[in-house]
C-alpha cells in the first residue's frame, strides 16, 4: 500500500530558529499534499495544500511567511517553520494523495517543541 | 466554524458490544466521508469510507452509514475489541480537501 514517510518524528528547537520537517512518498507520485496541525487533544487542522511545482494554498489564519511549505517534487514535500516560537509547538502532520487515485495518506507525524 | 463536528469527546464500551461513534456535517459540499484511528504522536490510519451517492458501506467489523438528508454518519464496530481503542476522526471530503471533526476517544474494557 502507500507509505508516506515523515521525518523527523520528534525535533526540539530554540526559540528564534528555523525547523524542516520532510515528507516523502514511497511508493507513489504525490500531485497533493497536505499538512495539517494538532494542538493536545483537538482536531486535525488543514493548514495548507501544496501540488507539485506550484505555490502552496495556506488555510485563512495561517501565516504563509511563517510557515514555509515547498513541494518541489512528486515525491518530496517539506515544511519550514521559520522563527519558531514557543506558540508554534505542535504536532505535524503531513498527507499526501495521487492525482486520478482517491485517498489519502498521512505520515507518521512530528512532535515540535519550541524552547 | 466547524464543518465537521463529532459532538462526544469519549466513548466506553465492553469488548464483544457494539460501537457506535457519530459525526454531523454543516457542508452539502462534501462528496466523500472517511473514518480513521488515531494513536497519540502518530499520524492517522484510515479505516473506511463512503461516498456520498451511497448511504452504507461495510468492511469486516466496520460500517459506516451516512444519512444525507441529516448531514450525518456514523461508523459501527461489532464486535468491538479492546484492540479498538483509540482516538476515531471522521474527515469530510470537498475539493480534495478534508476537514476532520475533533475525534472521539473510545475505550472497549475487556
Known amino acids: 500500500g502507500a507509505v508516506v514517510s515523515q521525518h523527523p518524528s520528534r525535533v526540539i528547537c530554540k526559540s528564534g530558529t528555523s525547523v524542516k520537517i520532510e515528507c516523502r512518498s514511497l511508493d507513489f507520485q504525490a500531485t497533493t499534499m497536505f499538512w495539517y496541525r494538532q494542538f493536545p487533544k483537538q482536531s486535525l487542522m488543514l493548514m495548507a495544500t501544496s501540488n507539485e511545482g506550484s505555490k502552496a494554498t495556506y488555510e485563512q489564519g495561517v501565516e504563509k511567511d511563517k510557515f514555509l511549505i515547498n513541494h518541489a517534487s512528486l515525491t518530496l514535500s517539506t515544511l519550514t517553520v521559520t522563527s519558531a516560537h514557543p506558540e508554534d509547538s505542535s504536532f505535524y502532520i503531513c498527507?499526501?494523495?495521487?492525482?486520478?487515485?482517491?485517498?489519502?495518506?498521512f505520515g507518521s507525524g512530528t512532535r515540535l517543541t519550541v524552547v | 466554524d466547524q464543518q465537521v463536528k463529532q459532538n462526544s469527546p469519549s466513548l466506553s464500551v465492553q469488548e464483544g458490544r457494539i460501537s457506535i461513534l457519530n459525526c454531523d456535517y454543516t457542508n452539502s459540499m462534501f462528496d466523500y466521508f472517511l473514518w480513521y484511528k488515531k494513536y497519540p504522536a502518530e499520524g492517522p490510519t484510515f479505516l473506511i469510507s463512503?461516498?456520498?451517492?451511497?448511504d452504507k458501506n461495510e468492511d469486516g467489523r466496520f460500517t459506516v452509514f451516512l444519512n444525507k438528508s441529516a448531514k450525518h454518519l456514523s461508523l459501527h464496530i461489532v464486535p468491538s475489541q479492546p484492540g479498538d481503542s483509540a482516538v476515531y476522526f471522521c474527515?469530510?471530503?470537498?475539493?480534495?480537501?478534508?476537514?476532520f471533526g475533533q475525534g472521539t476517544t473510545l475505550q472497549v474494557k475487556p
Open positions: 498527507s499526501a494523495s495521487s492525482a486520478g487515485v482517491y485517498g489519502y495518506t
Open positions: 463512503i461516498s456520498s451517492i451511497k
Open positions: 474527515a469530510a471530503s470537498a475539493r480534495s480537501k478534508l476537514i
